[in-house]
């Protein structure tokens, strides 16, 4: 069986949406846990009402907490062999679970993946999108997610075994908890299937957590912050599981940095002036490396030496 899991805070104007969303998914055989962390909205009295009225929803009010509590309080709850998790201001295809179930049954995989389609002011746009059927290993799933094409670090979209969110609980002490695990899941997993036809819809608004990473001007220091902490952890990891990767998830790293000194700079973030300097002192040190490897685009390369090597 599939667990359904959704977290939800202060979404009354979508959650419902959402919620019937997957009551008309074509794979029927669901349990759709979900959690209230805490809202001050209508949102938890609308997810009640619906488990009045559908008994496969189970319904938690737990006290407002960290996104990554709430996701690791909604799976001690679920008891699906796989889990899949949906935001309550998204809308997922009806066939969304069958499509994702069928992807794990037929390989035998630990995670499916799907693509999706993103709405922005009523546009549908395409997000992640491939159509080609993919079956990786972990090291092929963790390359993937690192050249941000065909796999990213998002929940939604995702059918993950039981077994994987048992070993790696969701980081608590943060506030942005996909970036922190998902590769994790990826490099761990014996084998993931991915076709990326469009199965899920993210809807773009302004009160999105991770909203700053569709405008670049909304980034503040303590996002960039916790981004930049996550980024160090996953290189480490990643070099110490997949050695393989080394070069490419330490390239993936210095990518992230330079890139967010051309935006401190573009969008003049007066907040991250501090963390422009440094990044610019740890790019310096880390330059030839950086400017050698073989994955450095030719962008950065104008990037670092905009940014870095005029420097000082």
Known sequence: MVSVIMLTYNREKYIARSIEAILAQTYRQFEFVIVDNGSSDQSGTIADEYALKDL??????????SIGHGRNIGIANATGEYIAFVDDDD?????????????????????AICGAQKDVNGKILPHSMWDEYCIWSAEDAVTELLKRKRNNAGLPTKLIRRELFEQI????DCKY????????????????????????????HESNNSSFTQNAGLW??????EYMAAFRERTE???????????????????????MCDKIKTYDLKDC????????????????????????QNFEKKWMNKYVLQEG
Request: charged share 25%.
């Open 56 to 65: 496969r929803i189970k319904v938690l009010h737990i006290e407002k907490s």
């Open 91 to 111: 809308v997922a295809a009806p066939d969304m679970l069958e499509f994702l179930d069928r992807l794990v049954q037929e390989n035998h995989a630990d995670i």
């Open 169 to 172: 609980p969701f980081k608590e």
């Open 177 to 204: 908890e996909d970036i922190w695990i998902c590769y994790k899941y990826m490099a761990n997993a014996n084998k993931v299937a991915a076709y990326g036809l469009p199965k899920y819809c993210f809807t773009r």
């Open 220 to 225: 503040k220091a303590e996002q960039m912050r």
């Open 237 to 259: 990891y990643i070099s110490a599981k997949l050695p393989e990767l080394t070069g490419l998830v330490q390239y993936s790293e210095w990518s992230y940095m330079i890139s």
């Open 273 to 296: 002036q501090g963390i422009f300097i440094e990044l610019v002192r740890e790019l310096r040190l880390k330059q030839e490396e950086f400017l050698m490897s073989p994955y450095i």
